[in-house]
């Protein structure tokens, strides 16, 4: 029963999904510019935003019992929020530039910011299960938005395909756990666990799980990643990469660490280490930067499964901080690359933009290549940089619950990581631009510009001060 | 007798029959014919065990929605007869010997698990249109509402991706 009480704790949700359908008719009735709905979403992500910062010590379980607002799902949410924003602000010009910005992507892009919070915020596996949907819908619909591009098209058939099909084992899961325990309240298996660790009960749960991972793109699931994101319009692989990624996360992290399966750590650990090991080593033999950005999104999937690995309080922390830096970076990245994307003379048929282009863009532009460099450079680790804290945090509380080795092994592979970040800033700063646009500077639009600075400006803020984080998620340190 | 071991026997038997008619006919549009007969029936069966709303939705999806999709797909496909006369391969013992062991398996194991059995009287309730309504507008609201978003939200795509002009 949805009572009048239980709207006031929703309202983020609540203006995600009017604004969905208001943007809807807005696109309908101002089909010449697509100001009016570019700058209405704009405005309701926002105000999400602001509204979920204003509640997010707020503990309640609401609606009958489907939907748990706690600080922890209200820290996922506006770190899904804020890397929607961000795409947002730089999708305008690139999508203008191709030719499809319609005011239909809005809108789809708000429904998956819906389906995303819906999930975050499920306390039952119906819940999870229908904002996983929307969400799942809305990308196979943005990953085919470049029709004319046999990569685009390509890309979501593939994404959809895959995806219908782990949507069944996520279901079959979900069926299994709920005969084992005769509830689809996630509190309530949560509570009954301990005393109903049969076979039946774990297959379900190991299902359930294949259908995150393969959201995540933990190692065996991780094929779809490199050719979704390379086919899909780049910003909508950021954020695809980014608040796709988060949503999993944040729905899936409060349940493995309330359940404590610390006797499967080992099967954990492995799946972490074959997923870190994966990403990078294949992302050394790469040659286009959007391809290489896919490989590291696999890499820091495995980043994360080291924190889901230790399962403590400690590495939730670890793990949220590490999704905040990841949005700045990892989303900064490709607006850069949909930027310079976009300056290519036959901008508007796809072409592999491999790192020779690349060369030189610091004598072209060195905005630009600044703003890429301290993303790659954040990305790899360096001190400075907010990546550097989300591994810190991490890699800590993978030491605190004893897993040195599995430290170790993620630490050696950062340093391996290295080496390609820094190949593609050999080429920006220390070769000599060649090619017909030699010399020209990148065009970039004030939006899109202003995007990359948020993005910059995070970086290093969240690098400087990592404390910021904390301390406005007190609850986080306990 | 009462009459509803009548119109139990008269649809199951109904419903046997097609089955195996679909299977063994030649033409796909006919054996398409003997499945929209199946379904009915099976839906019959459904309104017996009190379970109004998938009765309904058998009739629905099942007869209306996806059988039309199927006779068109058929009908698109446009299939040559084949001339090959029917044998006895090995393949076709095999299907059967298979069907007939999994239907004595399900058959004994439904009839000594339930022999005697009364259906019990919140079984009876669950699957009426009434109680379902109940709960997917109670308990369950929230879920129909964020379905509507879903859906919407497909159409939407969908249309972007097929309608739009590309110039």
């Known amino acids: 029963m949805i009572n009048f009480n239980d709207l006031k704790e929703i309202i983020p949700l609540i203006i995600i999904a009017a604004s969905a359908l208001i943007s809807l008719l807005i696109a309908v009735y101002s089909k010449k510019s697509g100001m009016p709905v570019y700058v209405f979403s704009l405005l309701a992500v926002l105000a999400a935003l602001i509204f979920t910062g204003l509640n997010v010590t707020k503990d309640v379980i609401i609606i009958s019992e489907m939907l748990r607002i706690n600080p922890y799902s209200n820290a996922f949410c506006m770190i899904a929020l804020l890397s929607v924003f961000i795409t947002f602000m730089a999708s305008k010009d690139y999508l203008e530039k191709l030719g499809i910005n319609f005011g239909e992507y809005y809108s789809i892009l708000l429904f998956a910011l819906f389906g995303m919070m819906t999930m975050i915020y499920a306390n039952d596996m119906l819940t999870v299960f229908i904002g996983l949907e929307t969400m799942s819908i809305c990308f196979y619909v943005l990953t085919g938005l470049l029709r004319k591009r046999m990569k685009s098209n390509e890309s979501a058939m593939k994404y959809f395909l895959l995806g219908a099909f782990m949507t069944g084992f996520l279901l079959y899961g979900m069926s299994l756990i709920y005969g084992a325990t005769g509830y689809t309240n996630i509190t309530k298996i949560l509570a009954t666990y301990t005393a109903i660790r049969t076979p039946m009960f774990l297959i379900g749960l190991a299902l359930f799980m294949i259908g995150f991972f393969f959201k995540i793109g933990i190692f065996p699931f991780q094929m779809w990643i490199p050719d979704v994101y390379e086919g899909a319009p780049t910003v909508v692989s950021g954020m695809m990469s980014t608040a796709g990624k988060v949503a999993a996360v944040g729905t899936l992290i409060p349940v493995l660490i309330t359940l404590n399966l610390v006797e499967y750590k080992m099967l954990f650990s492995i799946l972490a280490t074959l997923t870190m090991l994966y990403g990078n080593i294949v992302a050394l033999s790469q040659s286009n930067l959007k391809r290489l950005l896919a490989y590291s999104s696999i890499a820091s999937a495995g980043y994360i499964m080291v924190g889901i690995t230790s399962m403590s309080d400690l590495s939730i922390k670890g793990i949220a901080f590490y999704l905040l830096a990841y949005v700045f970076m990892q989303l900064g990245a490709f607006i850069v690359v949909s930027v310079f994307e976009n300056s290519t003379p036959d901008g508007k048929d796809f072409r592999n933009v491999t790192f020779d282009e690349y060369k030189g863009l610091a004598k072209r532009s060195p905005v630009l290549a600044i703003a890429l460099t301290v993303f790659l450079l954040s990305l790899a680790g360096i001190p400075p940089f907010a990546g550097f804290w989300g591994k810190y945090y991490i890699f800590y509380a993978a030491i605190k619950s004893d897993l040195i080795w599995l430290s170790v092994i993620a630490i050696l592979l950062s340093v391996i990581s290295v080496y390609y970040y820094l190949k593609v800033i050999v080429y920006m700063w220390f070769k000599e631009p060649e090619g017909e646009t030699s010399g020209e500077a990148v065009p970039v639009k004030a939006l899109s510009y202003a995007a990359i600075m948020v993005s910059l400006a995070g970086t290093l803020l969240f690098g400087l001060y990592p404390d910021l984080f904390f301390t406005f998620f007190k609850f986080l340190i306990k | ?167």
């Open chain 2, 1 to 167: 007798m009462n009459i509803e071991t009548i119109i139990f026997l008269v649809f199951g038997i109904t419903a046997v029959v097609s089955a195996v008619l679909m299977v063994t006919r030649k033409n796909p549009i006919i054996s398409a014919i003997f499945l929209i007969l199946n379904f009915f029936t099976v839906a019959v069966i459904y309104l017996l065990l009190k379970a109004q709303f998938i009765a309904i939705i058998q009739v629905l999806v099942y007869m209306g929605a996806i059988m039309v999709l199927f006779l068109f797909v058929i009908m698109l496909l446009n299939l040559k007869e084949n001339k090959k006369p029917s044998e006895y391969s090995f393949k076709k013992i095999t299907a059967i010997l298979i069907s007939i062991l999994l239907a004595l398996l399900l058959g004994t194991s439904v009839y000594f698990g339930f022999q005697g059995k009364q259906m019990n009287e919140v079984a009876e309730k669950i699957g009426t249109a009434e109680s379902l309504g109940r709960t997917l507008f109670t308990t369950y609201s929230f879920h129909v509402l964020a379905a509507g978003m879903l859906l919407l939200a497909a159409i939407v795509g969908a249309v972007m991706l097929a309608k739009k002009k590309f110039e």
